[in-house]
């Protein structure tokens, strides 16, 4: 079973279009994360849902848009995809830990985006 | 804000030997997490291995061991007997216990083993 799925793994479309990734984590986790990891490899959070609510909502165009219908799901919805948007977007997943526990996330394997 | 930094864009080592990753941060928390994550060609992200700030012991996971100098802010990754399976990205990321807890990511070092 996988612990983090993404869909689609590529993807190619045209400027303009509008395009969602999706994401589903099967390990309970209470808290999902949006990365983008750049050409230069340089992964930046952009967004993160806690239970459902929007916790982090990093300096992002408006063009792009999460949501989360519940905890284990969390997509990215882009509009007016723009060449710059290329990049790979990677879903992940964790438990905030207010105690002394150690978490580190569990990635999905990544949806590499081309926008031509 | 924290900034994590790893000034080594690549490195490479001879199979079988040993090679260290370098990575520095910036914080003023004094209880955090540190990690170090895998990217092969793959794409996955692996974690290799974690390191809480409150514990003073250097983290280990068989080939695999840190360097944790808190008052340096250094969290250096040592690999032993290096394989060819070894060749990737390698992430350093710090975590704080604050907030929503986001993972803030170094720029990578890519290391490649010559057989």
């Known amino acids: 079973d996988t612990a983090v799925s993404q869909t689609p793994k590529y993807l190619v479309t045209q400027m303009g279009n509008d395009k969602s990734i999706k994401c589903e984590q099967n390990l309970g986790h209470d808290t999902m994360y949006w990365y983008k990891q750049d050409s230069k490899k340089f992964l930046k959070i952009m967004f993160s849902?806690?239970?459902?609510?929007?916790?982090i909502n990093e300096t992002v165009p408006n063009r792009f848009s999460p949501k989360s219908p519940d905890k284990a799901h969390l997509n990215l919805h882009i509009n007016s995809l723009e060449l710059g948007d290329s990049a790979v977007y990677f879903c992940a997943s964790s438990h905030v830990s207010r105690g002394r526990g150690i978490y580190g996330y569990t990635f999905g394997s990544g949806t590499r985006l081309t926008v031509v | 804000a924290q900034t994590v930094t790893q000034s080594q864009p690549e490195m490479s080592v001879q199979e079988a030997e040993t090679v260290t990753l370098s990575c520095t941060y910036d914080t003023s928390e004094s209880d955090y997490y540190l990690f170090w994550y895998k990217q092969p060609p793959s794409r996955q992200m692996i974690l290799v291995i974690r390191?809480?700030?409150?514990?003073?012991q250097n983290a280990t996971e068989n080939r695999f061991s840190v360097n944790f100098q808190k008052a340096a802010k250094s969290f250096s990754l040592k690999i032993s007997d290096s394989q060819l399976g070894d060749a990737a990205m390698y992430f350093c990321?710090?975590?704080?216990?604050?907030?929503?807890?986001?993972?803030?990511f170094g720029q990578g070092t890519r290391l490649t083993i010559n057989p």
């Open positions: 849902y806690n239970n459902k609510e929007l916790i």
């Open positions: 390191q809480e700030a409150y514990k003073q």
């Open positions: 990321a710090y975590r704080s216990p604050q907030g929503a807890q986001k993972l803030v």
